[in-house]
């Protein structure tokens, strides 16, 4: 009994405590082109395996939204927003693979989709 007391003690006081606040840094990690050689491009997303790319989508998807305490894309469905990044990738196939991912997960969001 002892324990559970000090257990709800210790939880009480930590729930009071103020959390510092932390300045938050984002890191966006690219996808590599075949070969390794600098980020990929869409134009280079056909050209790598379609379950890694669709995989890299819904993990930045899900960090970003765990991060933020989000769900961006949840009322969508992890097939409809790779859709959408997928669609702006052949509509900007010069541009990098993982800004297209960024910024569609950021439209998302400001849509609250």
Avoid: H
């Avoid at 709800?8 to 996808?31: H, R, S, T, W």
């Avoid at 769900?71 to 693979?97: D, Q």
Wanted: aromatic residues 8%; charged residues 15%.
């Amino acid at each position: 009994m002892r324990a559970v007391f000090l257990t709800l003690a210790a939880l009480a006081v930590i729930a009071a405590a103020d959390v510092p606040q932390v300045p938050k840094m984002v890191v966006i990690f690219g996808v590599k082109k075949p070969g390794g050689a600098g980020n990929a491009s869409c134009s280079d997303i056909d050209t790598l395996d379609q379950t890694a790319v669709d995989s890299w989508i819904t993990g930045y998807f899900s960090g970003q939204n765990v991060a933020g305490t989000r769900v961006v894309g949840a009322r969508l469905g992890s097939n409809a927003f790779i859709g959408i990044v997928r669609k702006v990738c052949s509509n900007k196939p010069s541009a990098p693979f993982s800004w297209v991912v960024q910024n569609t997960y950021e439209t998302l969001q400001r849509q609250q989709l």
